[in-house]
């Protein structure tokens, strides 16, 4: 079976980037397209341009042209490439050779080994073309005419000379004389990589006068039945004649056409190209451009033309035209671009073109002494949206954030879609910043109405960062760092917020890329420490247990509050490891103060959500109370309201298990979040710590004192021993006691102190 002829093409962009590729080149390097697209040429190509690199390394030698295209007044980088394996005898070039010529035709090597020979061979020497591959061409030239042969074919290669001469080749019997030329093949890093050697039986030429009239039979028919529009033109630039496939295609007869000017074809905005073009073909020099051409009804074609002069006798005649229709080949090229600058999810332009489009309107304020501003926004909790709805109402999200969003901009805002729930929009020429806060108010609004998702009506909302040229920078990278910056400060704000950029958000992001790489050291460098702060009975005034709270002694910056680090240690996942520390450090805290007789209290340990995320806690608390040989009621697990509640099912399944092993378990910050007492009878725990906020404004608000009252009546209902926290004040004590509080926590009694202190203040032998 006849092998088929395969072709790779990919596209590059003047920053040397692959931005669109066809599945052939897939095929050779065994990637996929999302492998390649997008990606640095280098990753494609070998440095030396030779060979594609395969997904397992190995090279993979090509040959390969390279031409230079506009796609919407961008530069592209087309590369056609075949595989070096392919025999030669398939590609479209030879096949085209061996079914029409009458010649006889080698293809020869820079060592003089012929890899190729026309079936004319068999005709003229009465030898197979096989007999000559990979033999040495000089092995058939007459001894006589071999020094003279080999020098031709060196200057070929070296001087890209083309040759003619009278030669003999050796047939089956005896030598024939041929006329033979020799013409150079220019292939990679503009070297000759072949010659061609085109031989005729120099009788021949005695027959070919005889055949005048039969080739111009066929160049006649060549010209009308050729599929692509073939003309001729006067000097003048005026038709002389049309084939029919130009009639067909454009809707004029002939007579409408003959003796008209060519350019009155050609579209307003490449005229004065066709005429320059016309003038210099007239001076003998081919031109070969892309135009669009007019169909009588008006409509364009966009069409590859080429003119050449026509020359008789030396002189020139006239101009030749050949058009072929590439209407098919820009919507390829509309698609490819479509491709590489837009967000196929969003619809919106991608960061391609947001790093184009920011660079392009940066250098025209810039010659304008305009101003333009760059808006960073992204949704707030987004992950919880695919986490528990899934990634396709993820996605379903992101798109009618796109189209609401985009709905709602003026004209003079660009938005894009960056990547995630991340987008920007570049706002051009603003004169006052409350123009940029309107805009930025217009997005908080439009986060405000519900999106409907999956039959879920979703409320969300989004943080906004925002970074003005020249105000806070003269650099487009720098303008869309710090307005990044500035969206993650509207998050420390506590979300659905925007801020300006300022100076100290750097300094506060530099500050704490610092402390989130000293954070990791810190265990290995035995940096933190636990202190522990006593609960004590209401109503006794004995120590009942203590709550165990991390502190980080740094050798650079002292104490590090833990409201500094943990929220760092949450983002960056290092929670983990410093939760796995707390619960061993508490656990071997306790082994230590049992083995010194002393009568220990139970020891409350926070956990972190993002603890209850892994699910390994559990496995955690029970190795470390098997390894230290402790009774499990020695611990009490405390678990935020807010993180029990938003992670309901993950903190019930570690709570049950808890529960069975024997430890105690608390709810902590009791109404700073859902503030509702329902929810507390699913929990199984034993004891619940009012928030701070109630204890400091117990003396100063009556109804918060009922509500105090209240919480504590439903807890001892539910038989949950009520714990108020942040005690410090006796007033506060006389109240809390009065109105039933079981424990009491805070500096009245004591501040959290480290274990040696804590040790000789409340243990007794």
Not at 252 to 277: A, C, G, H, Q, W
Not at 392 to 405: E, N, Q, V, Y
Request: hydrophobic share 40%.
């Amino acid at each position: 079976m006849e092998k088929r002829y395969h072709t790779g093409t990919f596209l590059v962009n003047k920053d040397s980037v692959v931005v669109s590729v066809n599945p052939y080149i897939c095929h050779l390097t065994n990637k996929l397209e999302s492998d390649i697209i997008l990606q640095p040429f280098e990753k494609l190509f070998c440095s030396d341009e030779d060979s594609l690199l395969h997904a397992t390394g190995k090279h993979i030698p090509v040959f390969f042209e390279k031409s230079r295209i506009i796609i919407a007044e961008e530069e592209f980088l087309l590369y056609i490439v075949w595989n070096e394996d392919l025999e030669i005898e398939n590609h479209p070039i030879y096949r085209t050779i061996t079914d029409h010529t009458n010649d006889m035709i080698s293809i020869i090597d820079s060592s003089t080994r012929i890899f190729f020979s026309s079936p004319s061979h068999q005709t003229y020497l009465d030898q197979s073309p096989s007999l000559f591959d990979k033999k040495s061409f000089l092995e058939f030239i007459h001894e006589d005419d071999h020094p003279v042969i080999a020098h031709i074919i060196n200057g070929v290669f070296e001087k890209n000379e083309k040759h003619t001469i009278n030669f003999r080749i050796k047939g089956s019997g005896d030598y024939i004389v041929v006329k033979g030329s020799f013409n150079p093949v220019i292939g990679k890093n503009n070297e000759v990589q072949y010659v061609v050697i085109v031989m005729r039986d120099i009788h021949i030429q005695n027959r070919d006068v005889e055949n005048v009239v039969e080739r111009e039979q066929r160049f006649k028919s060549l010209f009308d039945q050729n599929p692509d529009f073939v003309f001729s033109l006067d000097l003048d630039f005026c038709f002389t004649d049309i084939n029919d496939a130009m009639l067909d295609a454009t809707g004029f007869t002939r007579n409408e056409i003959m003796d008209r000017p060519f350019s009155t074809l050609i579209t307003p905005d490449y005229f004065s190209k066709t005429v320059v073009s016309l003038l210099e073909v007239k001076n003998g020099i081919r031109k070969t451009y892309d135009t669009v051409m007019i169909k009588k009804q008006g409509n364009p074609i966009f069409v590859s033309l080429s003119l050449f002069p026509i020359f008789v006798h030396n002189k020139l005649v006239g101009i030749h035209g050949i058009a072929k229709d590439i209407s098919k080949k820009k919507e390829y090229e509309k698609r490819i671009y479509q491709l590489a600058y837009t967000d196929t999810l969003t619809n919106l332009p991608n960061r391609a073109k947001f790093q184009k489009e920011i660079i392009n309107i940066y250098r025209k304020v810039k010659e304008e002494n305009k101003k333009f501003a760059l808006l960073f926004f992204d949704i707030d909790n987004f992950k919880d949206v695919n986490d528990s709805l899934g990634h396709f109402a993820g996605d379903t999200l992101l798109k009618s954030t796109a189209t609401r969003i985009k709905s709602l901009l003026p004209n003079h805002c660009h938005l894009f879609r960056m990547s995630g729930d991340e987008f920007t929009v570049i706002i051009e020429k603003f004169h006052r910043k409350n123009e940029l806060t309107e805009i930025a108010k217009i997005i908080l609004e439009g986060f405000k109405m519900t999106f409907e998702v999956e039959e879920h009506e979703i409320l969300i909302s989004s943080s906004i960062g925002i970074a003005t040229y020249p105000e806070d920078t003269n650099n487009t990278d720098d303008l869309v760092r710090y307005a990044d910056s500035a969206m993650y400060f509207s998050k420390q704000r506590g979300k659905n917020f925007y801020s300006f950029f300022n100076e100290t958000m750097i300094k506060k992001q530099s500050e704490q890329f610092h402390l989130n790489g000293s954070l990791r050291k810190a265990i290995d460098n035995d940096e933190f420490r636990l202190h522990y702060q006593p609960i004590i009975d209401a109503h006794t005034g004995t120590v009942t247990s203590a709550e165990a709270l991390i502190r980080w002694y740094s050798p650079e910056q002292g104490i590090i509050s833990p409201g500094i680090f943990i929220p760092l240690a949450e983002v960056s996942g290092f929670i983990h490891s410093l939760g796995t520390w707390v619960i061993q450090e508490a656990c071997r805290q306790l082994k230590e103060w049992i083995s010194k007789g002393y009568q220990v209290v139970p020891i409350s340990i926070n956990v972190s959500g993002k603890q209850f995320d892994r699910q390994d806690v559990y496995r955690t608390i029970q190795r470390n109370l098997k390894k230290f040989g402790l009774d499990p009621k020695l611990l009490i697990i405390e678990v935020t309201e807010t993180v029990a509640m938003k992670k309901k099912q993950n903190v019930l399944n570690v709570l049950d298990k808890l529960k069975a092993l024997g430890c105690g378990l608390a709810i902590d910050d009791f109404g700073s979040g859902y503030s509702s007492l329902s929810y507390l009878k699913d929990f199984p725990v034993n004891r619940l710590k009012m928030d701070k906020s109630f204890t400091d404004s117990i003396l100063t608000d009556d109804k918060m004192k009922q509500v105090v009252q209240i919480i504590i009546d439903l807890g001892h209902v539910l038989d949950l021993e009520v714990i108020a926290e942040g005690v410090e004040t006796e007033d506060e004590l006389k109240i809390l006691k009065s109105i039933g509080t079981d424990g009491i926590q805070g500096f009245f009694f004591s501040k959290p102190l480290p274990s040696e202190e804590f040790e000789t203040t409340y243990f007794k032998k």
